[in-house]
């Protein structure tokens, strides 16, 4: 908890009260953390694996609008609003997470002020995150818009230099989801990418090949 940047400002003593505030629980692949519409009354710190956050239409059509690992923090929005959960969390490989109930997390954002500061920077975080990606949908075409999502997963995992490993347990359609398009074209495209050089396609892994080259395309 102490390298989260939610709770990296408070000290030994009260990190030690938070933890013994949290509940420990497992997850397998596949499995739901919450499910959109759930209400908002506790926040999830990741310790070990990943997930995905899930939007779903009315029609049942999905779009995947981040992934998250360890050390990181979701639900966060549905705790301050206190408004139903606007998506759902799915562990997209085996996951290990602490569950902090709301009443504990406002107590310390008015007893330690720099934690409220934290999290308002998550939130402008994820706030310019999702302003990117609606500009990738509407201004990319499907090539720009995988390498774009591609380099940005490699970022939020701290992967750098080349080749970096993409092994986030996500699914073609998965990736389909994050940038609206289908499967069938998600895989038309991860081919292109890598019959420029681009990308190598390892199994159920993407490694980057050429990140310059794959920032070109995204027009970065």
Do not use: W
């Not at 926040?43 to 999905?62: A, R």
Request: a positive charge; one cysteine or more; hydrophobic letters at 45%.
């Amino acid at each position: 908890m102490a390298r989260t940047t939610l709770f990296q400002s408070l000290g030994e003593d009260a990190l030690l009260s938070v933890a013994r505030s949290c509940v420990s629980r497992n997850f397998s692949r596949g499995q739901f953390l919450f499910y959109q519409g759930d209400p908002g009354d506790r926040l999830f710190i990741i310790v070990s694996g990943l997930v995905k956050v899930v939007f779903t239409s009315v029609q049942g059509d999905e779009l995947v609008l981040a992934t998250l690992g360890p050390r990181e923090v979701v639900g966060e929005m549905a705790v301050l609003d206190q408004v139903p959960r606007s998506a759902s969390v799915i562990a997209t490989k085996p996951t290990r997470a602490l569950l902090l109930n709301r009443p504990v997390l406002l107590g310390l954002m008015h007893t330690h002020p720099p934690v409220m500061d934290a999290l308002l920077k998550l939130l402008g975080g994820l706030v310019r995150r999702l302003t990117e990606q609606t500009g990738e949908l509407a201004f990319l075409d499907l090539r720009g818009r995988l390498a774009s999502v591609l380099l940005r997963l490699a970022h939020e995992r701290g992967l750098a230099g080349a080749p970096a490993v993409l092994d986030l347990g996500l699914t073609q359609s998965d990736l389909g989801a994050m940038i609206g398009a289908s499967r069938p074209a998600v895989n038309r495209g991860l081919q292109s990418l890598a019959s420029s050089g681009l990308i190598e396609l390892r199994g159920p892994c993407i490694a980057l090949i050429d990140p310059a080259g794959l920032r070109r395309q995204s027009g970065n």
